[in-house]
């Protein structure tokens, strides 16, 4: 078997109160510099401090996507 990670692509739909608790204790996390931990789709995530963050913006006729990204290495334990 091979030491490959395999790739996961998920997507969760979250009421708008949902969201907004999500957002703002990840703004919380990043003002205080601190990681954030997040589960989705029943794996739980630890995003670091200082992942790196962009806001996606893409169009396709008259349908628009905005996303919000944090991206990161896995750190060796």
Do not use: C
Not at 17 to 46: C, S, Y
């Amino acid at each position: 078997m091979s030491d490959e990670k395999i790739g996961r692509d998920v997507e969760k739909v979250y009421s708008t109160g949902q969201f907004v608790e999500k957002l703002r204790r990840l703004a919380d996390a990043l003002e205080a510099r601190q990681p954030f931990t997040i589960q989705v789709a029943n794996q739980r995530l630890k995003v670091p401090a200082d992942a790196q963050i962009s806001i996606e913006h893409e169009q396709s006729g008259g349908d628009h996507e905005l996303e919000f990204q944090l991206t990161w290495s896995e750190q060796p334990n």
